[in-house]
C-alpha cells in the first residue's frame, strides 16, 4: 500500500516569527493564509518582509489568500534533516492562485503522487500554542 | 579614469571592455596549499588545521609571515594577523571563497597591501550525526518547520528544470559519476579508491532528496585550504609559476535558505535565479577577453550533480535546457573537451564546511595551471574557470584563471 504523506509530530523545530511576519501566523491561528499586497505598486511580497519587493515601499497590506494553487516544484525526503522529522516528507514550493510562491510540505497524498502543476489547497495543522503551520494537500 | 573608460559608458557596454588593461591582470595566485583531509580530523580543531594549511603554503611560496600584510580567512583572520605578528596589516571580513579572493586582489590592486594570505579550514564542526551538516540547516521561520536542508533546497531547482527540460536521473548519475572517479583517481581525495563509479552505481544509492541519490551529493569532511596572492612584480621573485586572475564577479539573488529557492525567482530585470552565475561569467569573460570554448578545465561547484548541468547552460557553454545532453558522451570526463571538477570535488575530494571547499575549486584551478596535478592532469591547461554556490542558495560565484593575461 502507498504511504500516505502526514504532518510532522510535535518537537519539530518551530518558527520563531518578528515584528513583520507576526500578522501572517496569527492568520494560520484563525485559518487564512495571509500575504502582504503594496498600497503603492500593488505588488504581492511573500513570504513576509519589511518592505515590497516591487517597489522597495514599506505601505505594505494584509490581503487572505484563496490558500489555492498548484505545484511549482517538489522533492520527496528520504533523509531526515533532524530526528525530529519522520520519512518520507515531501517539500512544494506551491504557486498560488493569487501569484506568490510559498513553501511547505505536502500532506494526505499518496507519496508518489506529488508533480509539477498538481493543484493543492492549503490546511493548517496546530503544533503549539503560539504556532498553526501551513501545509498542502491536493484540491480534488 | 582614462578617456577609454569613459567612452565605454557612452556606448553602453560594460566599461570593464575599454580598460586598457583590468586590475585584476596585475594579480597573481602564487601559492596554494591543501591540509591534510579525512572524515575526521583526530587531534585538529578549525584553528589548527587551518594553520597547517598556512604553514605548507607559505612553505609553497618560500614566503614568511613578515612577508604577508593582508590576511583573508574569515573567523581565523585576527587570530592569523596575531600570531604572525604581521600586523598592521589589511584584512577582509567576507566569508573565504571566490569573493574573498576578489576583494584581496581588489586591494592589492588599489594599493591597499601586496601580498595576502586567504586560508580556511573547519575541523570538529559536524558531531551530531543523525541530523544533517549544521551549516546545511536553516533557521528562517519559512523554512525551519518543512525539514529543509541543502540536499532538498536543491532538489526544488533540480526538479523544475527536469520538468521543463526533460532532464533525465542518469544525465545526473552520469555528473556524479564522472566526478566521484576524479576523486576515486587523487590519491589526496577523502574518498580515493572507493570507485570507479558507473552512472548505474549512483542510481543505485540510496535516495536523499529526489532526484538526488546519496552519490549525486557532496559528501562532509574536514580539512582547510590556503593561497597567497601578490602582485605581478612580486611574482616574478617568488619560485612557484604565477596564475593570473583574468576576471571574476559574484551573482546573488538574496540569503540563503530561507525563501522558496524558485528557478524562475527574478525581479524586473527578468534575469532568473535559475541562471544565477550567468551575468558573473559574461562579465568575467569580458574582463579576460574570453569566451567559454577558450576554457580548457572547468572547476566548477559540484554540491549536488545537477549543479554541473545548471552551470554549463548558465555560462552560456551551451543552451537553456541542453545542458542535460550536453555532459553527455564524455564531454566533461577526462580528455573530454571540458573536464569538470578534476579532484573530485565536494562528492569525493573534501567538504570542510561552510566554506573551505570552495576555496579548493581555486587550489585546483591553480594546480592545474601549473600542470602540476598528479592525476586528471588537462595537457596544456591554460585557462581554468572556477564557481562557487548555486541556484539552490541564490548565488554562484565565478572567477577566470589564466597562465597569461590579455
Known amino acids: 500500500m502507498t504511504e500516505i504523506l502526514q504532518p510532522q509530530s510535535p518537537g519539530i523545530p518551530l518558527p520563531v516569527p518578528t515584528l513583520y511576519s507576526q500578522p501572517y501566523w496569527d492568520g494560520c491561528k484563525v485559518g487564512e493564509p495571509r500575504y502582504q499586497r503594496c498600497r503603492d505598486c500593488g505588488a504581492i511580497t511573500m513570504d513576509p518582509a519589511p518592505a515590497c519587493s516591487g517597489c522597495f515601499s514599506t505601505n505594505l497590506d494584509w490581503e487572505v489568500s484563496t490558500g489555492q494553487g498548484e505545484v511549482y516544484s517538489w ?7 533532524t530526528p525530529a522529522f519522520t520519512v518520507p516528507y515531501v517539500a512544494v514550493i506551491v504557486t498560488l492562485d493569487e501569484g506568490f510562491w510559498l513553501l511547505a510540505n505536502l500532506i494526505n497524498c499518496p507519496v508518489d503522487a506529488v508533480h509539477v502543476g498538481m493543484r493543492v489547497k492549503t490546511v493548517f495543522v496546530e503544533l503549539s500554542e503560539e504556532i498553526t503551520l501551513p501545509y498542502f494537500e491536493p484540491a480534488e | 579614469m582614462g578617456g577609454g573608460r569613459v567612452a ?10 575599454a580598460v586598457a588593461r583590468h586590475p585584476f591582470h596585475d594579480v597573481a595566485i602564487v601559492g596554494i596549499a591543501n591540509s591534510d583531509q579525512a572524515r575526521m580530523l583526530d587531534g585538529h580543531d578549525s584553528t589548527t588545521i587551518t594553520f597547517q ?27 592569523l594577523t596575531y600570531y604572525m605578528r604581521n600586523g598592521p596589516s589589511w584584512r577582509s571580513h567576507m566569508v573565504p571563497s571566490i569573493p574573498i579572493i576578489l576583494d584581496a586582489a581588489s586591494a592589492i590592486a588599489t ?13 570538529g564542526v559536524y558531531t551530531e550525526r543523525t541530523s544533517t551538516a549544521p551549516w546545511t540547516r536553516p533557521a528562517n521561520e519559512f523554512v525551519v518547520a518543512y525539514g529543509m536542508f541543502t540536499a532538498a533546497e536543491f532538489a526544488l531547482i533540480a526538479q523544475r528544470h527536469m520538468h521543463m527540460h526533460g532532464t533525465i536521473p542518469e544525465h545526473l548519475a552520469t555528473v556524479a559519476a564522472t566526478i566521484r572517479n576524479n576523486g576515486h583517481a587523487h590519491p589526496d581525495a577523502v574518498y580515493h579508491g572507493r570507485g570507479p563509479f558507473t552512472p548505474d552505481d549512483i542510481l543505485a544509492s540510496r535516495m536523499v532528496a529526489d532526484p538526488f541519490h546519496l552519490l549525486d551529493c557532496a559528501m562532509t569532511s574536514e580539512g582547510a585550504c590556503a593561497l597567497i596572492l601578490t602582485t605581478r612584480e612580486r611574482a616574478r621573485d617568488l619560485p612557484t609559476k604565477p596564475v593570473y586572475i583574468l576576471g571574476g564577479a559574484s551573482d546573488s539573488f538574496g540569503p540563503s535558505y530561507q ?7 527574478a525581479g524586473p530585470s527578468g534575469r532568473i535565479n535559475g541562471y544565477a552565475g550567468r551575468w558573473a561569467a559574461q562579465k568575467s569573460f569580458a574582463m ?23 552551470q554549463f547552460e548558465a555560462y552560456g557553454f551551451c543552451g537553456e535546457g541542453e545542458g542535460g545532453e550536453f555532459i553527455m558522451g564524455g564531454r566533461i570526463g577526462p580528455g573530454g573537451q571540458f573536464p569538470v571538477t578534476t579532484d573530485g570535488g565536494t562528492m569525493s575530494f573534501s567538504h570542510g564546511g561552510a566554506a573551505v571547499q570552495q576555496l579548493q575549486r581555486v587550489f585546483r584551478g591553480v594546480e592545474q595551471l601549473r600542470g602540476a596535478c598528479a592525476t586528471s592532469q588537462v595537457p596544456g591547461a591554460q585557462v581554468a574557470m572556477c564557481s562557487n554556490g548555486g541556484a539552490g542558495a541564490l548565488f554562484t560565484d565565478v572567477m577566470l584563471l589564466g597562465t597569461e593575461t590579455p
Open chain 2, 111 to 123: 594599493g591597499q597591501c601586496h601580498t595576502v594570505l586567504v586560508a580556511h579550514g573547519s575541523a
Open chain 2, 259 to 265: 525563501h522558496p529557492p524558485a528557478w524562475d525567482l
Open chain 2, 8 to 17: 565605454g559608458r557612452v556606448r553602453g557596454r560594460l566599461d570593464i571592455e
Open chain 1, 75 to 81: 522533492t520527496t525526503v528520504w533523509r531526515p534533516q
Open chain 2, 288 to 310: 579576460a577577453e574570453l569566451g567559454p570554448t577558450d576554457v580548457d578545465v572547468c572547476e566548477f561547484y559540484d554540491p549536488f550533480s545537477f549543479e554541473i548541468i545548471r
Open chain 2, 53 to 79: 594549511a598556512v604553514h605548507r603554503v607559505l612553505a609553497d611560496t618560500g614566503l614568511g609571515p613578515s612577508d604577508i600584510d593582508g590576511v583573508a580567512a574569515g573567523p581565523f583572520s585576527g587570530p
